[in-house]
């Protein structure tokens, strides 16, 4: 199983980026997919979490950030919206199921996102 980010960069306040996530060797369709972030001297958080047609979002993102997933094309997208420099961290994308009960996860090796001020 493989999920790769795409998408960081770095981008001035106020500005916007599109994270995706592609993944192969996975059954797509059937996870729960997120994204997290880990800022510098951070814990990692949920940024945002998309399954079952029901999207979750922390509140510090909630009216910026936009989280969609396109199952024909085995990928997850972050819209990122209004940046500001407490947005700058590793995204990670993220992806979870029960198998039999057991939850399984996967991540990706992350992208650099930095907000100027």
């Known amino acids: 199983v493989q999920l790769v980010e795409s998408g960081g960069g770095l981008v001035q306040a106020g500005g916007s980026l599109r994270l995706s996530c592609a993944a192969s060797r996975l059954n797509f369709g059937r996870y729960d997919m997120g994204w997290y972030r880990q800022g510098p001297g951070k814990q990692r958080e949920l940024v945002a979490a998309i399954g079952g047609g029901i999207t979750n979002y922390t509140d510090s993102v909630k009216g910026r950030f936009t989280i969609s997933r396109d199952n024909a094309k085995f990928t997850l997208y972050l819209q990122m919206n209004l940046l500001k420099p407490e947005d700058t961290a590793v995204y990670y994308c993220?992806?979870?199921?029960?198998?039999?009960?057991?939850?399984?996860?996967?991540w990706g090796q992350g992208t650099q996102v930095t907000v100027s001020s």
């Open positions: 993220h992806a979870e199921r029960l198998v039999f009960g057991v939850p399984v996860n996967y």
